[in-house]
Nanobody, 127 residues
Framework: QVQLVESGGGLVQAGGSLRLSCAMSGDTFSMYAMGWFRQAPGKEREFVAAISRSSIRTYVADSVKGRFTISRDNAKNTVYLQMTSLKPEDTAVYYC????????????????????WGQGTQVTASS
């Protein structure tokens, strides 16, 4: 059974930075495409970033492009989301997601293409 555990969330002033981590256990991490999504109160879950199993392909949402970076360390079974220049509108619960992938280029940007999810970590950027 795959488990995803996020960490690194917290409260930061607007303009600050945070790095989220998501550690996976229960299966072979290097076979998984990974993604980050977020959900603010009263809003739908939205795509933030995705990375293929071999890091060949990455995507970030237009709303965070140039500020957020996704990366992974297959030796540590961990995917990261480096967030800089945080804005109040980035405030949300951030979720890590994974899907077993047969392709090194697969990095889905739609939440229902993932089958494993973490419990979420709160990120709050105060103005």
């Amino acid at each position: 059974q795959v488990q995803l555990v996020e960490s690194g969330g917290g409260l930061v002033q607007a303009g600050g930075s945070l790095r989220l981590s998501c550690a996976m256990s229960g299966d072979t991490f290097s076979m998984y495409a990974m993604g980050w999504f977020r959900q603010a109160p009263g809003k739908e879950r939205e795509f933030v970033a995705a990375i293929s199993r071999s890091s060949i392909r990455t995507y970030v949402a237009d709303s965070v492009k140039g500020r957020f970076t996704i990366s992974r360390d297959n030796a540590k079974n961990t995917v990261y989301l480096q967030m800089t220049s945080l804005k109040p509108e980035d405030t949300a619960v951030y979720y890590c997601a994974g899907v077993n992938s047969g392709s090194g280029y697969y990095a889905p940007r739609v939440f229902d293409q993932y089958h494993s999810w973490g419990q979420g970590t709160q990120v709050t950027a105060s103005s």
